[in-house]
């Protein structure tokens, strides 16, 4: 079997894992960082993606793609009052968020593609052998929709995604198989976008979610949002600038807002700098911890709502909580620490470092599909309850939250009127009683024989698989024929279009190898042109007037093939300069060699 | 739309017995795995839950034995471990792991346990109640009506305030109640237990078997009642 990668696709830093002499580990990238920044940037060179994408930010706002997660499985109404957020442009094509980059227009799942194609490379890179298979995570309150556009992401990659796994539960994995834990603990996921909470009853090497909950649109992004608005509010009053008519000032104040919080997590205060536009100097200030505490309280209070009815749902109490874990960059905050003991009654622990343990956990999945360890199993849950519509517009319940996937319910349908063929089913997720308050998952008509009423009996599968996402099947009763089913989804990708999203992505990728050979072969360029123009002042006096000349006009022929789009025809012209530039080359050589050589006696030259 | 709820199993709807091995077509001896070519089989349509987990008919069950036996099914069916395999296999552990899903979270809980087991006994439906029973008849109407009340005033005034108190009180002792009746229920599997051990074939132990399927059925579709009206009040007074 082919190696899987575990991976967790972040909404601000991804990671892949893999599972090495019985032990996760993460892959670093050449700079010996493991984390990539989940960003893409659109640059005169093309996409790309991570830390290089990450200085664009500021650069290029409105061409620098970040939080793609808080798109994935949703529509533009899903995501309205935020809009002013984000400096990049988004529109909507078929129920599915598209954002627009140059000429373009991208679908969250081939954003996060482009990431997981960074993932994939490096995991090449290090382990030496094509990677297309993978164990991906998710937040463990994802909905259907949001796990098929993780799903999907990961085919435009190239990885085919053989498991879909929760966020808290991949670290429980990752923190159970370091420590032996056995008992029960609650894991408090606080990452850059995304709010869970995960209960488990580790038992022999069984992990079993008991219950899960939480916020897909609660995280540190939200926090930095807040610390940021102050600011522009402060801006606002002392120097009667509104920063949000200039997208880079905006997003420097969000990564201000965002390193401020990192540094007091450690420090008491912080001093705070943003250069203010048209020459109107810099905003200054001091910013202290339990400022920054009272700014984000009530945004920290929401976690707490979650845990409680997870707790609930456990029909657990607080106390009865063995240990309790931290997951997620946001959990590194002291406020955050200090609000989660109160709750549990107990000291979390943060032992494992919380940026990678949920990529580690995904190596420990990937580990188990492949056959690698045999003793450990995950039992989840899936988060929501699914339903389907009845009359009246209520929604009726068929799979309850908390749930173990997978799971599966049947439902007997019928007709009303005399010869009807068909009926049509509308799937929902969610925990209100009325449909329009659930999420619609997807839409469905069900062929039926045209027979008298009441006699047809078509008997319909929904099943929960175990990424938590949801297969319909149905059959005749009468007959015992089963149907196939054309669900159409609410909020994602039709097949056809994630077939044309893989191809147009290998597309893409071809594109992005000519790019990196376009720029490294200019790069190279330039070093070769930097060198010859030292020779030249170097040694002009050394060789003939006519090879000075062939060389400068192999130089000129150099630096205009630079300047054109062809790789090919750089590394030419570079072969040319080489070859010309060579005796003169050679005679630098012996030249510095015979100074470097005098005055000193043979005896010390060999 | 029109649709009708089927219990999770299915079971009685469709019987397809299962006698071959799917794979190398030989005789099935094994219960999941078949003997000689050890591909899992999928689990029979007719077995229901208690014999999922090779359990007799009984409604006290040892919750810690259960546990253990549904994580080492676990391990035998769970997706997980059939990545490997050939799809039909897959199909197989799939729809076994949720089937063993549904089974272990229907017996694991009393209540569920007994409607699964009057279901499979007496072959219906829960019976859904509209009305309060008898005893509870007068005190469901008064305790509407001030519910209606509170609804009408002003939750901050003395009114609304004592009404408050009124319906917290009420809402204690219909708790109390529901409790009651899970005591009583919790007797009768006692004797329903105790009558399947006998194993007694006479008429009395048909009437006694009748009775105590009546008065589970009875008990449960009042607490159900009382649950719903809790859970009404609870979501009203918050």
Redesign the interface.
């Known amino acids: ?1 082919p190696r899987i990668v575990g991976i967790d696709l972040g909404t601000t830093n991804s990671l892949v894992a893999y599972m090495k002499d019985g032990k996760p580990c993460v892959i670093p990238g050449r700079t010996g960082r493991p984390m990539v920044p989940s960003v893409v940037a659109l640059t005169d060179n093309g996409l790309i993606v991570g830390d290089s994408a990450k200085e664009h930010l500021t650069r290029s706002p409105e061409r620098t793609v970040y939080s793609v997660k808080r798109f994935m499985g949703k529509g533009l109404a899903d995501v309205q009052n935020e809009l002013a957020y984000f400096p990049y442009s988004l529109t909507e094509r078929g129920g599915v968020i598209r954002i627009t980059l140059g000429e373009k227009s991208y679908s969250p799942p081939q954003i996060s593609a482009m990431i997981l194609r960074e993932l994939k490379q490096r995991a090449e890179a290090h382990l030496g052998e094509s990677i297309t298979k993978s164990v991906i995570t998710v937040p463990a309150y994802f909905n259907d929709s949001q796990r098929q556009a993780t799903k999907d992401a990961g085919l435009i990659a190239g990885l085919e995604v ?2 879909i796994i929760n966020e808290p539960t991949a670290a429980s994995l990752a923190y159970g198989l370091q420590n032996k834990t056995q008992g029960t603990i609650a894991v408090y996921d606080f990452g850059g976008g995304t709010f869970d909470i995960s209960i488990l009853k580790l ?2 090497g ?1 992990f ?1 979610v008991l219950s899960t909950n939480g916020d897909t649109h609660l995280g540190g992004d939200d926090l930095d949002r807040r610390i940021a608005d102050s600011f522009l509010d402060e801006i606002r009053t002392a120097s009667h600038i509104d920063l949000s008519t200039y997208p880079d000032h905006m997003q420097a104040v969000r990564l201000e807002a965002e390193r401020a919080k990192i540094r007091l997590s450690d420090e008491l205060k912080t001093q705070i700098a943003i250069e203010l536009p048209d020459g109107k100097g810099r905003y200054t200030r001091e910013l202290t911890r339990d400022q920054l505490e009272s700014m984000v309280m009530d945004i920290i209070e929401r976690t707490l709502t979650p845990c409680r009815l997870a707790l609930n749902d456990a029909e657990l109490a607080p106390a009865q909580i063995d240990e309790v874990v931290l997951v997620g960059g946001s959990t590194r905050m002291p406020l955050v620490r200090r609000r989660v003991q109160e709750l549990f009654g107990k000291q979390p622990h943060g032992d494992i470092n919380p940026d990678e343990v949920v990529a580690l956990g995904a190596a420990v ?1 990937a580990d ?4 690698g360890t ?1 003793d450990m ?3 989840d849950v899936t988060p929501l309850s699914l339903g ?4 009246g517009g209520v929604m ?1 319940s068929l799979i309850r939250r908390n ?14 009127v005399d010869g009807q063929t068909g ?3 509308h799937i929902l997720q969610g925990e209100r009683e009325l449909v329009k308050d659930n999420r619609s998952l997807a839409r469905f008509r069900l062929k039926v024989p045209p027979l008298p009423a009441g006699v047809p009996r078509i ?1 319909v599968t929904f ?1 929960l ?2 990424n938590g996402i949801l297969n319909v099947t149905a059959s005749d ?1 009468r007959t015992g024929q089963s149907q196939s089913i054309d669900v159409k989804p609410s909020y994602g990708l039709s097949d056809n279009e994630v077939e044309q999203m893989i191809e147009d992505s290998f597309k893409f990728a071809q594109e992005d190898v000519a790019a990196r050979k376009l720029i490294e072969a200019r790069l190279d360029a330039e070093a070769l042109i930097v060198t010859t123009e030292k020779s030249l002042s170097d040694g002009a006096r050394l060789v003939a007037q006519d090879m000075l000349a062939a060389i400068r006009d192999a130089l000129t022929a150099l630096t205009a093939a630079k300047g054109g789009t062809d790789p090919k025809a750089i590394r030419a012209r570079m072969a040319d300069l080489e070859q010309t530039a060579k005796p003169l080359s050679v005679t630098l050589l012996d030249d510095s060699l015979k100074r470097s050589l005098q005055g000193k006696k043979v005896s010390e030259v060999t | ?6 219990h ?1 199993t ?1 079971s009685r ?2 019987r397809m017995a299962r006698s071959m091995c799917w794979h190398c077509q030989s005789e099935m001896s094994g219960e999941y795995f078949c003997e000689r070519c050890v591909k899992v089989q999928p689990v029979s349509k007719e077995t229901d839950y208690f014999t999922c987990f090779g359990l007799p008919r009984r409604l006290t069950i040892d919750l810690k034995k259960l546990e253990a036996k549904f ?1 080492e099914m ?2 035998a069916f ?4 059939y ?2 395999k050939s799809e039909t296999e897959q199909t197989i552990s ?2 076994n ?3 063993l ?2 089974a ?2 229907t017996l694991r809980d009393p209540i569920q346990r007994a409607e699964y087991l009057l279901d499979l006994e007496a072959g219906s439906v829960k019976d859904i109640r509209t009305s309060p029973p008898s005893d509870l008849f007068e005190e469901i109407l008064e305790l509407q009506e001030t519910v209606e009340a509170y609804r009408a005033s002003d939750r901050t005034s003395e009114t609304g305030r004592q009404l408050l108190t009124r319906l917290m009180a009420e809402r204690q002792a219909l708790d109390q109640r529901k409790q009651d009746m899970e005591h009583h229920l919790q007797q009768i599997c006692t004797d329903w237990d105790s009558l399947q051990d006998r194993g007694e074939a006479t008429s009395q132990a048909r009437t006694e078997r009748d009775r105590l399927l009546k008065q589970m059925r009875e008990i449960l579709s009042n607490r159900t009642y009382v649950k719903n009206i809790v859970n009404d009040l609870a979501a009203t007074i918050g």
């Open positions: 079997m053989l498991r038992k022999n069984i079993e999945q188990i599909l492949s056959g045999t199993l995950l039992l389907i519509e009845t009359m009726s749930t173990t996937i997978p799971a599966s319910a049947k439902e007997l349908f019928t007709t009303y009926v049509d089913i008997e099943l698989d175990a009763m | 739309m029109d649709h009708h709820h089927t999770n299915g709807d469709l994580y676990s391990r769970h997706p997980d471990f990545q490997n799939l729809g792991a949720a089937t899903n549904t272990y979270r």
